[in-house]
């Protein structure tokens, strides 16, 4: 069954205390309540809507029967005006027109599942939740492992706002908006606003509102409470969970910042070692680099040494490196990728140099025999 449109003030818990109204409240009330009901409370007491599917064609609408034969236009047909007023008109949108997308969610978000799905449109989806209307559902039979499988259909506001204002021109009032399936009957959306939804009397005969009213009062005597407290445990957690990725995030800084001074006394070590093969080398390399290339970083520890840049002469750049003194073999290690905006090609090349040698003063002694 479709959710309702918007987030409800429940999901807002920030502000709800100021800007929740006793209406609001009531309205957010019967939604959470009903939501409690058993699938087997609500079919016996809540019957389904009598829904009357139109499709737009061309310039006008086309109704269809039950069995999703079309009746007739309205611009034609007696019989498909007749229908029309006899039930909720469902507007169906061919299924290219919406952006549907599957989330597998644990079966405890059920109640805040549209909540859960808007906050990801913006990075999921190429739309700003701004830009469309959405609706959500949650698919029957996919439970598995304690998750359900939702699925959400997002569709642009302006071609909603189009198909309202034809409707309107046309004299039908719209009751929702529903994307059409592989076989052409409705998937369960409604994508129309809340607000906008017209709704007949066949919906909720007064027998079946009484009844309906009566199972809530007997939900929210049961069920009130348990929902105080599963709202009181997810604060807790979410408070727990911002407090632990704010430790997170310090801890990776801390360790970040102790790599990079690890580093940095590595390769003092390693000049201090040796200053003067570390100077030669790396003039070396500065002369053996061509004009058109330049170095983004520079690592020696005194076996090797690496080099990331940037060249326009890519190609002799190994053969140029390779012919450093001391060094043994140049090879690049990542494959060069081009950067169109500097016009280069990105490279990482190790150079393996040859072991060290010290050459150390004679004693004393030798000289003195040498004269």
Known sequence: MPLDQGLS?????????????????????????????????KAAFVPNRKWVIVRREGDTFVVYSDNGKPVGSLAESGSARSKVRSGDVLALLPP????????????????????????????????????????CRIIPGSAEGGQILAEQALVK????????????????????IDIAGADGNPIGF????????????AFLPSLNRGLALAALVLAALTG???????????????????????E?????????????????IRLIEQRTASPLRFSVLLDAVAEAIPQDSWLEGFAY??????????????????????????????????????????????????????????????????KEDNG
């Open 9 to 41: 003030p429940a999901n807002d818990r920030t502000s709800a205390g100021k800007a929740m109204t006793g209406k609001d409240f009531f309205a957010w009330w019967a939604t959470t309540l009903a939501g409690m009901l058993p699938a087997w409370l």
């Open 96 to 135: 290219e027109e919406a952006f549907l997308r599957q989330r597998r969610l644990p079966a405890t978000s059920e109640q805040h599942l549209r909540s859960a799905l808007r906050l990801q449109i913006a990075a999921d989806t190429p739309f700003e939740i701004d830009e469309v209307y959405d609706d």
């Open 157 to 176: 506001r302006a071609r909603i706002a189009e198909l309202v204002d034809f409707a309107s021109a046309s004299r039908v009032d719209l009751a929702g």
């Open 190 to 201: 409604n994508l129309l606003p809340e607000n906008q939804r017209a709704r007949s009397d």
């Open 224 to 246: 009130t409470l348990g929902l105080m407290s599963m709202d009181r445990r997810l604060s807790a957690l979410e408070t727990e969970s911002a407090a632990a990725r704010a």
């Open 248 to 264: 997170a995030s310090s801890v990776l800084a801390l360790q970040r910042e102790a790599l990079a001074r690890v580093e940095a």
């Open 301 to 366: 520890d005194g076996k090797q040494i690496s080099l990331v840049g940037l060249s326009r002469s890519s190609d002799s750049l190994v053969s140029n490196l390779e012919a450093i003194p001391g060094v043994t073999s140049a090879r690049v290690v990542s494959s060069m990728a081009r950067d169109n905006r500097l016009n280069a090609d990105r490279f990482r090349i190790e150079l393996t140099l040859e072991p060290e040698t010290l050459t150390l003063p004679p004693p004393a002694s030798e």
